[in-house]
């Protein structure tokens, strides 16, 4: 088989080649090559950069503005269209062509598909595209690449039902060029092997933690309650001042299965882009953010907190707050907490950049590419010049002037970019039916 010429848009840090070179590690018949991808937020692009050097010269920057007789004929087009004005987390403005939304710009991959003419194409977008309402404008794109000579399946897919223990709904659109004859079927839940608690780390770093407070916080908002006085004020605890041992870690909000599905427990909620500044959930500390970890640490020198006085003694809160992350994690909270002993205690942290990108099945060394992308690109043989250039990056100030920026990815823009990224192996399925074995009996 020749190699299958690859153009993405909305590429991030590029979820889509991880997945089809895991498929042409499984299938060797297979070769891909990424001729062009396009992607406008600078973080992305730098991230991007880290994880495939080899592909930044094929950089397009802006989707509005592509030339596509220009562009390297290519086989497969893969489009990943902002979610944000669709999204439940967002303002819902839409996707209709000509609104000007975020959402829209999907639109500009329509002269693309017109033009090149690939054999495949692929929409991934949240899953409240096929709710009611969106449903008609995705009925529109649908009918508006049809007519570009192409047949459209697409249906709902759930990460956790893909081995990737995460809540995550998102809407796949295959197209498929109507002289080929061919037809495409989804692929089907695997059996799972993996749980949510098998991708966290084991000993993130302090910056991570919150205060003992915070903890005391979280664990009276679970029973309703308010911290009481002269608890408010307690000090940080460092990780690295702690001589012990995590016992246990427990996500919050988890969630026991995923509907329509009785093979999977034990998964963490849909990330999101905002990552750790505001995920569209309260937490018991009052705050919107991401999933948080309890831990259970064992250290004979820690101070004994008697987390069930403070809780019996403290006020019920005034209103009335529904907290869905720890009601959805308190029996096995509450569990942990009725059997502590006089060495044990609880620590609170947020998810860490490294355990949000193995939520979106990252590779682990793409992984370290991406927290740590200076020493990956010299591992790779990159000196500081070019490892400079690889991170510098055309950037608009408030005012329309490019300016050249260099890049340096914060947590945030990582928390970000993961949860506007496809999960790996969720693609690697839906490529594998497309690729491998056109008959739906044998795969």
Same mark, same amino acid.
């Given at each position: ?25 499984? =299938? !060797? ?48 087009? #893969? ?16 996707? /209709? ?12 991959? $329509? ?14 977008? #949240? ?22 000579? =192409? ?13 990737? !223990? ?7 659109? #295959? ?41 005391? &916080? ?26 012990? /041992?995590?016992?246990? *870690? ?13 093979? =999977? ?11 750790? +500044? ?12 991401? !999933? $948080? ?9 820690? /101070? ?7 809780? /019996? ?8 707050? &529904? ?15 009725? +059997? ?21 099945? #990252? ?15 010299? *591992? ?20 329309? +002037? ?42």
């Amino acid at each position: 088989m020749k190699t299958i010429k690859v153009f993405t848009a909305f590429s991030g840090y590029e979820s889509q080649m991880m997945s089809l070179e895991r498929l042409q590690r499984d =299938y !060797p018949q297979l070769s891909f090559e990424l001729v062009g991808w396009c992607e406008i937020d600078e973080h992305a692009i730098a991230s991007h950069n880290a994880v495939y050097p080899q592909y930044a010269n094929r950089h397009y920057r802006d989707i509005s503005k592509i030339d596509w007789n220009i562009v390297p004929d290519f086989d497969l087009f #893969v489009y990943s269209s902002c979610c944000q004005d669709i999204s439940r987390a967002g303002k819902q403005r839409g996707l /209709k062509e000509g609104s000007g939304t975020r959402s829209a710009l999907l639109w500009f991959c $329509l002269e693309g598909i017109r033009i090149k003419q690939p054999k495949y194409t692929l929409l991934e977008n #949240v899953a409240a595209l096929t709710g009611d309402k969106f449903v008609e404008d995705l009925q529109d794109w649908e009918d508006a690449v049809n007519d570009c000579g =192409y047949n459209s399946y697409y249906k709902n897919l759930i990460a956790a039902n893909f081995n990737v !223990p995460q809540n995550r709904d998102r809407v796949f659109m #295959v197209s498929i060029r109507k002289d080929l004859n061919q037809e495409y079927y989804f692929p089907s839940p695997i059996k799972p092997t993996v749980k949510a608690v098998d991708l966290l780390e084991t000993h993130p770093e302090s910056k991570y933690y919150f205060a003992e407070e915070d903890m005391l &916080k979280f664990l009276c908002g679970m029973y309703d309650k308010d911290i009481p006085c002269g608890y408010d004020k307690a000090a940080k605890m460092a990780t690295e001042t702690i001589e012990g /041992k995590i016992l246990k *870690q427990i996500i919050t909000p988890a969630y026991k299965g995923v509907e329509g599905s009785d093979i =999977y427990t034990d998964i963490c909620p849909t990330l999101m882009a905002s990552g750790g +500044n505001g995920a569209r959930w309260t937490n018991a500390l009052g705050r919107y953010c991401q !999933p $948080l970890i309890v831990e259970l640490w064992e250290n004979s020198e820690h /101070k004994p907190i008697d987390y069930n006085k403070i809780i /019996k003694f403290a006020k019920p809160l005034a209103k009335k707050q &529904k907290f869905p992350g720890p009601k959805q994690s308190k029996d096995v909270i509450e569990n942990s907490l009725n +059997n502590l002993k006089k060495n044990q205690f609880f620590r609170l942290r947020k998810m860490t950049p490294v355990e949000y990108l193995r939520f979106m099945d #990252v590779p682990e060394d793409y992984i370290y590419r991406l927290t740590h992308p200076r020493e990956g690109l010299k *591992q790779l043989g990159y000196n500081d010049e070019e490892i400079n250039k690889l991170f510098t990056v055309d950037y608009k100030t408030k005012a329309e +002037n490019t300016i050249k920026k260099r890049i340096k990815n914060s947590d945030k823009d990582i928390w970000k970019q993961a949860g506007n990224s496809i999960v790996v192996n969720v693609l690697y399925h839906v490529f594998r039916k497309l690729f491998v074995n056109l008959d739906p009996e044998l795969i």
